[in-house]
T-cell receptor
Framework: KQEVTQIPAALSVPEGENLVLNCSFT??????LQWFRQDPGKGLTSLLL???SQREQTSGRLNASLDKSSGRSTLYIAASQPGDSATYLC??????????WGAGTKLIIKP | EPEVTQTPSHQVTQMGQEVILRCVPI?????FYWYRQILGQKVEFLVS????????KSEIFDDQFSVERPDGSNFTLKIRSTKLEDSAMYFC???????????FGPGTRLLVL
């Protein structure tokens, strides 16, 4: 059964720090991988999508990398701000075009 | 910016009742999806829909569930006879093609009593 693991489950850092969120997956035959943000009681906002042929994607202060051979993806957040506080979810699309989700990392940025 | 909308935002129903959750995907998108998230658990795929038929469905999506695109804008999820364990946040999503970014609605929180 395909699994997605996100480490750490929760992270609290002071404002301004750079940080890395980790995602590992068991199925190397992924179609793509997406990182999402979820605010409490709210919907899911797509942050970055990396196709299986790509190694990384960048958007503003966010950079996501993908290493299919090791089954890992990282989300790098530069110069963190209190507004970055949210739960960050990674999900990969399998060969049946279904998104398989991790449990998320709950991030708190302290002012 | 175009967005996916969902109604209602919250719904409370009695066990055994039928519920219909509604979604309006982004207008030029061709693929539509339903996901659910039970409180404190992972998001789970339910079903994908393309060209007026189901493309893929998970084992969760049993005979109690159905989807429909009744007109050119709405995409609905029907649960025929709700169970307590159907209580969850239900998310609709859409994408232009199968491999592109999926855009999610704000969700409908369903509570079955």
């Amino acid at each position: 059964k395909q699994e997605v693991t996100q480490i750490p489950a929760a992270l609290s850092v002071p404002e301004g720090e750079n940080l890395v969120l980790n995602c590992s997956f068991t199925d190397s035959a992924i179609y793509n991988l997406q990182w999402f943000r979820q605010d409490p009681g709210k919907g899911l906002t797509s942050l970055l999508l990396i196709q299986s042929s790509q190694r990384e994607q960048t958007s503003g202060r966010l950079n996501a990398s993908l290493d299919k051979s090791s089954g890992r993806s990282t989300l790098y957040i530069a110069a963190s701000q209190p507004g970055d506080s949210a739960t960050y979810l990674c999900a990969f699309m399998d060969s049946n075009y279904q998104l398989i989700w991790g449990a998320g990392t709950k991030l708190i940025i302290k002012p | 910016e175009p967005e996916v909308t969902q109604t209602p935002s919250h719904q409370v129903t009695q066990m055994g009742q039928e519920v219909i959750l509604r979604c309006v995907p982004i207008s030029n998108h061709l693929y539509f999806y339903w996901y659910r998230q039970i409180l404190g658990q992972k998001v789970e795929f339910l079903v994908s829909f393309y060209n007026n038929e189901i493309s893929e469905k998970s084992e969760i999506f049993d005979d109690q569930f159905s989807v429909e695109r009744p007109d050119g804008s709405n995409f609905t999820l029907k649960i025929r006879s709700t169970k307590l364990e159907d209580s969850a946040m239900y998310f609709c999503a859409s994408s232009y093609t199968v491999g592109e970014t999926q855009y999610f609605g704000p969700g409908t929180r369903l509570l079955v009593l």
